[in-house]
């Protein structure tokens, strides 16, 4: 469940600050998580593990009724493997994944917050940019050898978990002026970047597709991402 709202700020001692630090922890742990899940295509021994170690029986952070239903649907897919996640598990996957994210003509679901913005759905737009240039500014750069925009999901997730693990450092530093500089980023960032697109894309991966697995994943970032912007919201409002 979450709870980053309620301490941590003026409480640097006591329950409420090692809540707040667990929660942040938890949340940056989710989203470098939901951002490995979706980089590049599916990595075999990854969703094994996922199905082995019933990762989504308790997943971290989220709570309420939307994430509940995520939940459901990736409880659904992980009990509908096979012990071991076998090879047919794995090209159903991946032939989902190839179908929604990748196409031969069209692309499904495009990843890449760029293609929402303009009419002929193009990507490295003047989104990929300002994403480049927040990232740049905390010291990262996208992986070059992947070739994919700076702005495809799986990379602004992953960026978005990364500030928040920033942040519990700054906590434990006691470094409250950095910490909030960088929770003001990353709450700016989820608004400004990924909220701004996200919605449409779990429509459309739900308009396209009846499979557990990405329909439980498209609802889980969603829901993820306007926790993390309440939850930021309120504790850093002046």
Known sequence: SSDLGNGGMNDNCGKASMEFRDQLEAAAALFVLLGRIFHGIPDRSLFAELVEQQVFEDIPYVAGSDAQNAQRRLLAWARSCDVGFSEKDYHD???????????????????????????????????????????????????????????HLAYELMFLGHLLARGVGFFEQGESGKMRET??????????????????????????????????????????????????SSLLLP
């Open 93 to 151: 996957l991946r032939a989902e994944y190839t179908r929604l994210f990748v196409g031969t003509k069209r692309v499904l679901a495009p990843p890449w917050e760029s293609v929402y913005f303009n009419k002929e759905r193009m990507v490295f737009q003047h989104q990929t940019f300002e994403v480049r240039a927040m990232y740049a500014k905390h010291g990262l750069e996208v992986d070059l050898i992947s070739r994919e925009p700076d702005d």
């Open 183 to 232: 929770l003001v980023d990353a709450v700016s960032f989820t608004v400004c970047h990924p909220l701004s697109w996200v919605p449409q894309w779990r429509d459309t991966v739900h308009r396209h597709s009846s499979n557990d697995f990405y329909c439980g994943y498209a609802a889980l970032v969603e829901v993820a991402l306007r926790q993390v912007e309440d939850d930021l």
